[in-house]
Nanobody, 116 residues
C-alpha cells in the first residue's frame, strides 16, 4: 500500500526557513519522479517542485525558483523541500505527490504558516 507522510511544517516569521520531509513507502521509490504541491486558503492546489528518480532533473514553479530546493534520499525513501526566505504568500498546506504505476497518491499535507 502506497503511503506518503509529510512533516516539518510550522509557524515561521517572514524571511525564515523550514525543511519539509515526505516519507514514502509501498512502491519502488527510486524509480519515480516525486512532486511537492501546495494549496493556500481559497486557492487551487499548485505545483511547487519536481525531482526525477535519480535526482538528475529538478523543476520549480517560477515564483519559487531561488528560494525553494527539492531533494531526495533514495536510501531513506524520503523527499525534501527546503523553504528559504519565506513570505506570507507561502502560507499553505504542502503536499507530497507520487504517481507509481499510473495512479496518483497524495499525503495528508503539512501546514506552513508565515506570519510575524
Amino acid at each position: 500500500q502506497v503511503q506518503l507522510v509529510e512533516s516539518g511544517g510550522g509557524l515561521v516569521q517572514p524571511g525564515g526557513s523550514l525543511r519539509l520531509s515526505c516519507a514514502a513507502s509501498g512502491f519502488t521509490f527510486s524509480t519515480y519522479t516525486m512532486r511537492w504541491y501546495r494549496q493556500a486558503p481559497g486557492k487551487e492546489r499548485e505545483l511547487v517542485a519536481t525531482i526525477s528518480g535519480n535526482s538528475d532533473s529538478t523543476n520549480y514553479a517560477d515564483s519559487m525558483k531561488g528560494r525553494f530546493t527539492i531533494s531526495r534520499d533514495n536510501a531513506k525513501n524520503t523527499v525534501y523541500l527546503q523553504l528559504n526566505n519565506l513570505k506570507p504568500d507561502d502560507t499553505a498546506v504542502y503536499y507530497c505527490n507520487a504517481r507509481p504505476n499510473g495512479r496518483i497518491y497524495w499525503g495528508r499535507g503539512t501546514q506552513v504558516t508565515v506570519s510575524s
